[in-house]
C-alpha cells in the first residue's frame, strides 16, 4: 500500500456503462483553452488537473539545456539518440544495448505496433487507451479483458486469452486509471506463462517514480519484457516528448529496423539529459506527489489507493461528466474517465497539484457533494 494512506477500498462494476467503443480515437484530457471558453473563465485562474503533468514543472537545466541548443536546430539529432539513451542507461543502470527513445512513450509503443502486430494484443481495462489504438493502426485486434473489481489483473484470466496470434500483452503499473501496481508475482506467472511464444508483455511504468517499485530489473531476466517508461511525468517533459523502452537486445535490434529516425528531437534530447541528471528535482518531483496523493484522500468520495501522480474517485451514485462540469465552472479541470473502456461513468481522475491546487480541488468536491 502507498504512503497515501487512510484511503478508502473501491470497488468498481467491470465491464457496465457505456463505454465499450474505443474506435473513435485517443481522448485527451481536456485544455484550458478549452474551458476558458466554455465557461468564460480566465486562463490564468484555470487549475489543470486533468492530464497527470506535474505540479513542480520541469527541471530549471532542462530549460536551459533547450535554451543553450536553440541555435543548432538546423541540423539533424543523431538517429538513435545515443547520448539520450546512455543518460537513460546511468539512470535505470540497463545497458545501453537494451534501451530504445521515442517521441514520447506513444511513440515507443507505435513502433512496437509496427514490428509486432498484425497479432492480437490483451489489454486489461481499464487502461490507457492508446494500446488499443495503436495496435488497431497497425492492423492488430485487441483482445480487451475486465480487471478486477479493485482494477487488479487475474494473471491466469490473462493467460486464458492467449492465443497463437497474441504478440502483447499490456500490463500498466501504476494503471491508468486505478493508480495501482501490479505485484511481481503476477507479473511473473504473465511473463513464464508466455515463454516459447511470439510474444511480448508490454509493462508500462509511465508513473513508476511516484510508486514504492519498479519492476524494470525482470527485463535482465526476461526476453519476453519490455518496459515502457516517459519523461513526460515525474521529468516534467510532456511537451517535449520524450520516452524510452527497455528490451532485450533481440528485440531492440529488431526495433530499431523499422523506428522512425531522429524520432527524439534535439531539443529533447538535450533537456532529456538535463533532467535525468537533475536528481534533486525529481526527488523534489516525487516528494510534492506523495505528500499531495495524502491530501486529495481527503475528497469526501470513495478515493482508490494510488501508487501514482493521480487518485482516482468514484463520485457513484452521481455521474463523473456531472461532477467534472461542476469543477470545470469553477475553474478546476478533471478527468471525466466514462471515455475509458470497462469504467463505467461514476470515475474522475484528479491529479496531484500543489498544495493550494489540491485544497481547492477538495474543498470543491465537499461543495458539490453538499450542493
Ligand atoms: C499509462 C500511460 N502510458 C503512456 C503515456 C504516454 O506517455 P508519453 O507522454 O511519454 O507519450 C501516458 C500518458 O498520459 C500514460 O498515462
Redesign the pocket.
Known amino acids: 500500500m502507498s504512503p497515501s494512506a487512510k484511503i478508502t477500498s473501491m470497488k468498481h462494476t467491470p465491464g457496465t456503462g457505456t463505454n465499450t467503443n474505443t474506435n473513435s480515437g485517443y481522448v485527451p484530457g481536456r485544455s484550458i483553452a478549452e474551458i476558458a471558453e466554455e465557461y468564460n473563465i480566465p486562463v490564468d485562474s484555470i487549475i489543470k488537473l486533468g492530464?497527470?503533468e506535474t505540479p513542480l514543472g520541469p527541471s530549471p537545466a532542462a530549460v536551459q539545456a533547450v535554451t543553450d541548443r536553440a541555435s543548432g536546430i538546423s541540423v539533424y539529432p543523431e538517429s538513435d539518440a545515443k547520448d539520450l539513451c546512455n543518460a537513460i542507461s546511468e539512470y535505470t543502470g540497463h545497458p545501453a544495448e537494451t534501451i530504445v527513445a521515442g517521441a514520447?512513450?506513444?511513440?515507443v509503443?507505435d513502433t512496437l505496433m509496427r514490428i509486432l502486430m498484425p497479432g492480437e494484443a490483451i489489454i486489461p481495462t481499464p487502461t490507457?487507451s492508446?494500446y488499443a489504438i495503436s495496435a488497431r493502426a497497425h492492423h492488430g485486434t485487441p483482445v480487451f479483458t475486465p480487471r478486477n473489481r479493485d482494477f487488479s489483473v487475474d494473471p491466469q484470466n490473462i493467460l486464458s486469452q492467449v492465443t497463437d496470434e497474441t504478440r502483447v500483452i499490456f500490463i500498466?503499473s501504476p494503471n491508468?486509471p486505478g493508480g495501482n501496481l501490479i505485484p511481481e508475482s503476477d507479473l511473473r506467472i504473465i511473463l513464464e506463462g508466455l515463454e516459447g511464444r511470439d510474444a511480448i508483455v508490454f509493462l508500462?511504468e509511465?508513473?513508476v517514480e511516484f510508486s514504492e517499485r519498479s519492476m524494470i530489473n525482470l527485463a535482465k531476466k526476461h526476453d519476453n519484457l519490455v518496459v515502457?517508461r516517459?519523461?513526460?511525468k515525474a521529468f516534467g517533459l510532456?511537451g517535449l516528448?520524450?520516452?524510452y523502452g527497455v528490451m532485450s537486445e533481440r528485440t531492440r535490434e529488431r526495433y530499431l529496423k523499422y523506428a522512425t529516425p531522429f524520432a527524439v528531437s534535439s531539443l529533447a534530447t538535450a533537456a532529456g539529459i538535463a533532467a535525468l541528471g537533475d536528481r534533486e528535482h525529481l526527488t523534489r518531483s516525487i516528494r510534492l506527489v506523495r505528500d499531495g496523493r495524502k491530501k486529495l484522500a481527503g475528497i469526501p468520495f470513495p478515493v482508490h489507493p494510488s501508487e501514482a501522480n493521480f487518485v482516482l474517485v468514484n463520485v457513484s451514485p452521481h455521474r463523473s461528466d456531472a461532477v467534472c462540469d461542476f469543477l470545470a465552472r469553477r475553474g478546476l479541470i478533471v478527468r471525466d474517465c466514462s471515455s475509458f473502456r470497462d469504467a463505467g461513468d461514476s470515475l474522475v481522475r484528479v491529479s496531484v497539484g500543489t498544495a493550494e491546487q489540491n485544497a481547492r480541488v477538495v474543498d470543491a468536491f465537499s461543495e458539490f457533494q453538499n450542493s
Open positions: 492530464s497527470n514520447g512513450m506513444d511513440g509503443i490507457f492508446y500498466c491508468n508500462d509511465a508513473y515502457g516517459t519523461l513526460s510532456a516528448r520524450v520516452g
